[in-house]
């Protein structure tokens, strides 16, 4: 199992910024993807960004239309922890919505093919 726990959600003016972080751990190992997606009310849960690597040494980046040029998602490892973060700049309030961590086993923008999942996080743009 891996656990997924997000931080960093909060209120924000349209414009600003905030980072969200994912602190995964237990059978981390396992997992080869992360990503963030998000659900505003009454919407579909949609993909935002997604990191995936190959051998620890391969990256490869992907990112909704909607937020690229405008959120960054990277990553932070330290032994069997793993830290996926998303920078989040120039904030519009269409923005807004339960953000969710994500880990998997493989490149995906598709939520069903996630094993895990974070609680949630919530990001609030104001105009």
């Known amino acids: 199992q891996v656990q997924l726990v997000e931080s960093g959600g909060g209120l924000v003016q349209a414009g600003g910024s905030l980072r969200l972080s994912c602190a995964a751990s237990?059978?981390?190992?396992?997992?080869?993807?992360m990503g963030w997606f998000r659900q505003a009310p009454g919407k579909e849960r949609e993909f935002v960004a997604g990191i995936s690597w190959v051998d620890g040494i391969t990256y490869y980046w992907d990112y909704a239309d909607s937020v690229k040029g405008r959120f960054t998602i990277s990553i932070s490892k330290d032994n069997a922890k793993k830290t996926v973060f998303v920078q989040m700049n120039s904030l519009k309030p269409e923005d807004t919505a339960v953000y969710y961590c994500?880990?998997?086993?493989?490149?995906?923008?598709?939520?069903?093919?996630?094993?895990?999942w974070g609680q949630g996080t919530q990001v609030t743009v104001s105009s």
């Open positions: 237990g059978r981390t190992f396992s997992t080869y993807a």
């Open positions: 994500a880990a998997g086993t493989r490149r995906t923008v598709r939520a069903e093919e996630y094993d895990y």
